[in-house]
């Protein structure tokens, strides 16, 4: 489905004609905007939205910043060998001072907001070493079809039906808008119910 498709869909669903919601057509600009809180709802979900960032990392660092905005981290390699994702807290419990380690090849790596610890502090590293990470991360409204490409079309409808429930539940104006609202609320959770097991043996 395209981003054109999942907007003429998304007419249909609220009704525009029908409804009289709005005396001239939902703008796209509009549309686009109920579909990334539709793209983000499903992603809180999902976790089908992901991108592969690298991290560029230094001898003597153990202490990094991560520029992306991220959900949550799905793995990290360094050198193409598996890094284990741990907590600080996990750290604490162990006794472990990062700061005080020998210094060599990374093991393990930590994840706290913006910042990241990497276990032990890196050793001579090459100029161009650097941590490979994959995350879930925000879909992007400025580039619908790359999302719509992430989510697979099985996943296409829903988020136009759950767009479409956002608008129509914003524009409470009658009766009809109401069950419409609550019609298609119902459409979305039968829809996410068989979503679901697909999506999670695809992760496996």
Not at 94 to 121: Q, S
Not at 143 to 172: E, F, M, N, Q
Request: with cysteine; net charge negative.
């Amino acid at each position: 489905m395209t981003a054109a498709e999942c907007r003429t869909l998304f007419r249909e669903l609220v009704g525009e004609q029908a409804t009289g919601l709005s005396p001239e057509p939902i703008p796209d600009t509009a549309i686009d905007l109920y579909l990334q809180d539709a793209f983000e709802y499903l992603n809180s979900i999902l976790r089908f939205h992901w991108e592969d960032l690298t991290l560029a990392i230094d001898a003597g660092s153990s202490s990094y910043t991560m520029d992306a905005d991220y959900l949550e981290v799905q793995w990290v390699r360094w050198n193409n060998q598996p890094l284990e994702i741990r907590t600080i807290a996990d750290w604490e419990l162990e006794g472990t001072n990062v700061h005080e380690e020998r210094p060599g090849g990374p093991r393990e790596v930590a994840f706290f907001g913006e910042k990241v610890l990497v276990r032990p502090t890196p050793a001579l590293m090459n100029d161009t070493d650097s941590l490979s990470i994959r995350a879930i991360t925000n879909p992007n409204l400025s580039d619908i079809a790359a999302t719509l490409g992430k989510l697979r079309v099985i996943g296409h409808r829903p988020a136009c039906i759950w767009a479409a429930y956002l608008y129509a539940s914003a524009y409470p104006e009658s009766d009809v808008s109401a069950a419409r609202a609550n019609g298609l609320r119902t459409v979305f959770e039968e829809r996410m119910r068989a979503l679901l097991p697909y999506f999670e043996k695809a992760a496996a």
